[in-house]
């Protein structure tokens, strides 16, 4: 059983369409301070295994606007939260900055380590530290965990689109203001958005990993 550590039902719901055995854990692991979505997602999911003891997926996503520097990107949900999507979209279009990008990033912890791959994992301890911007997500081996630092896989998923005007009822976040090919993801089926969304790219990602991860 893996445990995906959100309280929102959408996101388990997106799960569910690439693992077979998903359950939501309602963990409120501390949120370390970073300009990187793969340090926030890798420190949040060794605490969330620390927590559990059992093999725990967390995730960070954000909204990049490419004419506001990447702003809100990695602070996306406390934007939310003090401006609200409806604001971060009127200055995105009054300022004319409307190109955009949704990025995600899953990270997997089960307290073992894992074999040198290109792919990223994180084993840098960063509790009760503010981290710079850093995507470096080295591979790993099995001798550079056994120094004592938990190493988290991480698995990377983007999709492009545009801020427009709010449309649609679904989704949650910053759906109703993305525009990806003509419809806004609070305009998509949860099927069609996991088709194309970030999360269900990283996602897919990792459960293809995760596959061969276990027996």
Not at 33 to 59: C, N, T
Not at 139 to 167: H, K, M, N, Q, Y
Request: with cysteine.
């Amino acid at each position: 059983m893996l445990r995906y550590v959100t309280t929102n039902d959408g996101k388990v719901r997106e799960a569910e369409e690439y693992l077979e055995e998903v359950v939501a854990v309602d963990y409120d692991y501390p949120e370390i301070q970073a300009d990187s979505m793969r340090a926030i997602a890798a420190e949040g999911a060794r605490s969330a295994y620390r927590h559990v003891e059992a093999p725990v997926i967390v995730d960070d996503a954000g909204l990049f606007i490419e004419g506001f520097d990447g702003f809100p990107g990695p602070y996306s949900s406390y934007v939310e939260d003090t401006l609200g999507v409806e604001r971060v979209g009127r200055l995105a279009r009054r300022e004319d900055a409307t190109r955009a990008r949704f990025r995600c990033v899953v990270a997997y912890c089960d307290g073992d380590g894992f074999e040198a791959t290109p792919e990223p994992v994180d084993t840098e301890e960063r509790r009760g530290q503010d981290i710079a911007a850093d995507d470096r997500g080295a591979a790993a081996t099995d001798e550079s965990v056994a120094e004592g630092a938990l190493p988290v896989r991480l698995f990377a998923g983007a999709v492009p689109g545009r801020i427009v005007e709010p449309r649609g009822e679904g989704g949650f976040g910053y759906d109703p203001i993305f525009e990806h090919d003509g419809t806004t993801f609070a305009e998509m089926d949860p099927a069609e958005k996991n088709a194309v969304s970030h999360r269900g790219r990283a996602l897919a990602s990792f459960a293809e990993w995760f596959a061969d991860r276990t027996p």
